[in-house]
């Protein structure tokens, strides 16, 4: 029922910088946690960053002190600030909700119940 509609995606040069936006509607599942994964070609969909309702953030060590995630709840937004970008950060980028409750843990993607389409993320050399 939460359709998440994910934008900012493009193609940028090494080093450059991206801004992910993703806007959530149409759902009742609160408190909810956010989170951004990605998938690159022939490669499983891995974990990005996220955030819990308390607006605590997790990220993966791929990315960590060039990423930023951050959230506005009244909004249903997240966004994912991308600095420093490599080639190896080409992927399609996907922003996900999921229950705060789950037992499982932030990077785990069988968190989460609702996905978007994804935006894809090009970095040149």
């Known amino acids: 029922q939460v359709q998440l509609v994910e934008s900012g995606g493009g193609l940028v040069q090494a080093g450059g910088s991206l801004r992910l936006s993703c806007a959530a509607s149409?759902?009742?599942?609160?408190?909810?946690?956010m989170a951004w994964f990605r998938q690159a070609p022939g490669k499983e969909r891995e974990f990005v960053a996220a955030?819990?309702?308390?607006?605590?953030?997790y990220y993966t060590d791929l990315v960590k002190g060039r990423f930023t995630i951050a959230r506005d709840g009244a909004k249903n937004a997240v966004w994912l600030q991308m600095n420093g970008l490599k080639p190896e950060d080409t992927a399609d980028y996907y922003c996900?909700?999921?229950?705060?409750?789950?037992?499982?843990?932030?990077?785990?993607?069988?968190?989460?119940?609702?996905w978007g389409q994804g935006t894809q993320v090009t970095v040149s050399s």
């Open positions: 996900a909700v999921g229950p705060t409750s789950a037992s499982m843990s932030y990077d785990t993607s069988l968190r989460y119940v609702y």
């Open positions: 149409g759902g009742t599942e609160v408190p909810y946690a």
């Open positions: 955030i819990s309702w308390e607006n605590s953030a």
